[in-house]
């Protein structure tokens, strides 16, 4: 009976990391912020010169009207919200962020401006504003209506 104890144990032992490590790969690859994984798609947007890649400034990454990407982003994220309300603006930011996953590191900063945007279009009513907030980018737009 031991010597069976001592079989099983040795087994899960054996076994446990591999599952572990295994299903956690797994998981990991299928979070929605992850770039896309498919080889033609990454061959296609190294081929393509346009986008931030290795060795390229901020300045090589401009658009057609002279803005960055993430100030581009900002002033559609804000036109939307004043056309129509900051639940369509949230909705772009994180249609944005799994498409462009280049911007992530601005999310959390124009979701803050998103949130003071939306105290402002409604005249400093925080609680018509926070009624809107979405865990889009860690809470920063729950963020940005408060301060």
Do not use: H
Not at 1 to 17: C, F, H, S, Y
């Amino acid at each position: 009976m031991k010597q069976l104890v001592r079989r099983i144990g040795q087994t899960v032992a054996l076994t446990l990391p591999v599952v572990l490590v295994t299903t956690g790969t797994l998981a990991v690859t299928r979070v929605p912020w992850a770039p896309p994984t498919g080889l033609d798609q990454q061959v296609v947007a190294a081929a393509s010169g346009d986008g931030a890649g290795i060795g390229r400034s901020d300045t090589a990454t401009r658009n057609a009207d002279g803005l960055a990407p993430q100030e581009s982003l900002r002033v559609a994220l804000l036109d939307e919200l004043r056309a129509k309300n900051p639940s369509a603006a949230l909705d772009l930011l994180e249609r944005s962020m799994r498409e462009q996953p280049s911007l992530t590191p601005y999310c959390s900063s124009l979701a803050t401006e998103l949130g003071k945007a939306a105290v402002r279009k409604y005249q400093g009513d925080v609680q018509r504003a926070r009624s809107f907030a979405r865990p889009v980018c860690d809470g920063a737009f729950a963020a940005g209506v408060v301060g």
